[in-house]
């Protein structure tokens, strides 16, 4: 089991930044991947980042490339999304996820409760 509690998210004007946080616990080394996917209402859940526990190696989705940054603190067993540049598109509810590999929900099975992040124009 993997436990993931997200925290950061809140209301941000357009062009400003937030910084998710991810506390993951339990049986982490299972899974190799961190990811970030998002929701907005109406929509699909998408994938927005991942990272790899070991060694860091990172991918991101088209949209957030160069405005948004993933992270890991291993100490910590806590993953980060830095987010710069934000767009009032980026307003969606954020969630946390642990799994194997890849950028659609079907590799993850570990999931926080999500974080609402609204980005106001």
């Known amino acids: 089991q993997v436990q993931l509690v997200e925290s950061g998210g809140g209301l941000v004007q357009a062009g400003g930044s937030l910084r998710l946080s991810c506390a993951a616990s339990?049986?982490?080394?299972?899974?190799?991947?961190m990811a970030w996917f998002r929701q907005a209402p109406g929509k699909e859940r998408e994938f927005v980042a991942a990272i790899l526990w070991s060694g860091g190696r990172t991918f991101y989705a088209d949209s957030v490339k160069g405005r948004f940054t993933i992270s890991r603190d291993n100490a910590k067993n806590t993953v980060y999304l830095q987010m710069n540049s934000l767009k009032p598109e980026d307003t969606a509810v954020y969630y946390c996820?642990?799994?194997?590999?890849?950028?659609?929900?079907?590799?993850?099975?570990?999931w926080g409760q999500g974080t609402q992040v609204t980005v106001s124009s």
């Open positions: 996820a642990a799994g194997r590999a890849g950028s659609t929900t079907y590799g993850y099975d570990y």
């Open positions: 339990g049986r982490t080394f299972s899974r190799p991947v």
